[in-house]
């Protein structure tokens, strides 16, 4: 598995991570949210230079322009409900991309620490032959985007496959390198130093699809 840290490099991004970390900011949900999109935008940005592109002549009022336009289609699926605003980041740089849009989320059997990732709704068209591009922010574990992208396998066969987080523990990326083929590329904005007792990553920044739309039951 290709890993890319971007955030390794000092550039405005870690200045939207900062503000996504910080207590006296996050109450701010629009402003959460945006900065989620934000994060999504840069690494949009990133991601397109794998891509394949194509010389195209533009027209332009004066004369005509040699430049070049992606080839590789494109279907972004985000992990409902934190992957929206990081879903709507990458959609922005990818406009013409297809849209896939898939729940998991632990399931606790017992009322205790273990859990289970359940995967339901699913709703993506056709990807194969496609770069896929599956987004959630938070890598903890690992287990909800194995689970997510051994659902998505069983109907598709993409091109190439990206998979991009905001944060990540040390454990989750070790979990996607022992599950996942070698050949994904996965893409980090930052990486954290571990895992809690409840799994959670520390210190990252709670829990991402309550700080963007609310507590749930």
Known sequence: MDIHHISQKN??????????????VQHDRMRFRRNIE????IMA???SQQLDYKTIAVQTPLGIKETAEIVDPIVICSILRAGLPFHQGFLNY???AENGFISA??????????????????AIGNYDNSTLILVDPMLATGQSIVAVFNKL???GNPAAIHLAVIIAAP???????????????????TIDKKLDEHSYIVPGL????????????
Do not use: M
């Open 105 to 122: 989320y632990r399931h606790h059997p017992n009322d205790d620490d273990y859990f289970e990732i359940k995967v339901e709704y699913q």
């Open 206 to 217: 709670g829990d991402a699809g309550d700080l963007a739309y609310g507590k749930k039951l």
């Open 94 to 96: 990818f406009d013409q």
């Open 153 to 155: 396998i069983e109907k």
């Open 11 to 24: 550039s405005v991004l870690n200045h939207f991570l900062a503000q996504i970390r910080n207590i006296n």
């Open 171 to 189: 454990e989750g990326i070790a979990h996607l390198k022992e599950h996942l083929p070698d050949h994904c590329h996965l893409w980090i904005a």
């Open 38 to 41: 934000r994060i999504g935008e």
């Open 45 to 47: 940005y990133e991601i």
